[in-house]
């Protein structure tokens, strides 16, 4: 199944693009388990969530710490039905039939309890689409539950839910919410931003 | 049906709550058609789509043309099952049952080819989701064919399509791809991002 997303780093100062060049360099630990393309409006990584989601993790972490206002932003998608596989997307995560939805919950729950503590106080904004059956409402559900357990749910807004916690928590309740509601082989998409440093948090 | 979306306007600089100050006044000829509100993350705008993408336009337009690098990031969803209506996002442009994709694609392109000129050179990347029904593919690949005749179709990337032009037809375009495809009473979002003054595209 093909998976990834395209992501753009966007660090609030005058020195952009030096805040982004430093920030890559925590992408290097990742670099053989991803593609990677990058154009002017975003770069593209190919790769498994178990890789995509601390790989985005890390570079937005990179980024944050350097005490600029600076926000990630990415389209993130699995099993897309328009695009090719790909040898390196494979991944054990989606394999067998789908469980029940309290079986997949509780799973998720504990891989946010088991998260890395990475120090980078974060927010982060999603929308979870699952595509191409007549009950994407029941998994959205589902995953609203899972979300207000994890920890890290701050509120719902119209159209997203709003995270808030460290960088580690958040970017493993991102992945969670991706890889365990929907079907194994659906075509699941988030729609992501995570922002750390705004004034207007103050 | 409810309609509106989460914005996040980002200038690529450290007077960024300067120019984000200043291009809010952009919004003001709409403000009475749109419910505004603000939090740290992003601004909800919930209204019509005819009064949303001008409203968008006219805020990204207005930051870019200060020279600055700066991105919209926006999260733009209708007829979400989760959604209470709203009288303010009454529109005519949802009225009556589907019509053929050709009759659709005609009607978008020359709603494009005569969208008001601002003069702001741009690129536009964004995702087009359609939930909760089978034949979901079939309204993208009929979004793509559009797309490609529009004039300002650039490139099919990896989950997203890259748009270029001056942001008047850029959002014109969105504004089609938006209201045309999917049923008219179903749920569709867009997950886009729009960018000028990038020194990469130099």
């Known amino acids: 199944m093909f998976s990834g997303a395209q992501i753009s780093l966007y660090p609030m100062t005058d020195d952009f693009v030096g805040v982004i060049m430093s920030a890559l360099g925590a992408l290097d630990p990742y670099r053989e388990r991803l593609r990677i393309e990058t154009d002017d409006v975003s770069t593209l990584l190919v790769g498994p969530p178990e890789v995509l989601f601390p790989a985005m993790r890390d570079l937005f972490s990179a980024a944050a710490r350097t005490g600029v206002h600076c926000t990630l932003s990415a389209a993130i998608s699995r ?13 054990s995560r989606f394999e067998g039939s789908i469980t029940p939805l309290a079986q997949r919950r509780a799973k998720a729950l504990s891989a946010v309890a088991n998260a890395a503590n990475l120090d980078v106080p974060s927010v982060a904004q999603f929308s979870l689409y699952v595509m191409g059956q007549g009950s994407h409402m029941d998994e959205i559900y589902g995953c609203i539950d899972f979300l207000k357990q994890s920890g890290t749910f701050e509120k719902s807004k119209h159209f997203v839910t709003k995270l808030r916690g460290d960088s580690g928590a958040l970017f493993a309740t991102l992945e969670q919410a991706f890889c365990s509601f929907g079907p194994p082989e659906g075509h699941v998409t988030i729609d992501l931003t995570v922002s750390a440093n705004s004034p207007s948090a103050r």
Chains 1, 2 share one sequence.
Request: glycine share 16%; proline share 15%.
């Open 79 to 91: 099993g897309c039905p328009g695009e090719p596989d790909d040898a390196i997307c494979a991944s």
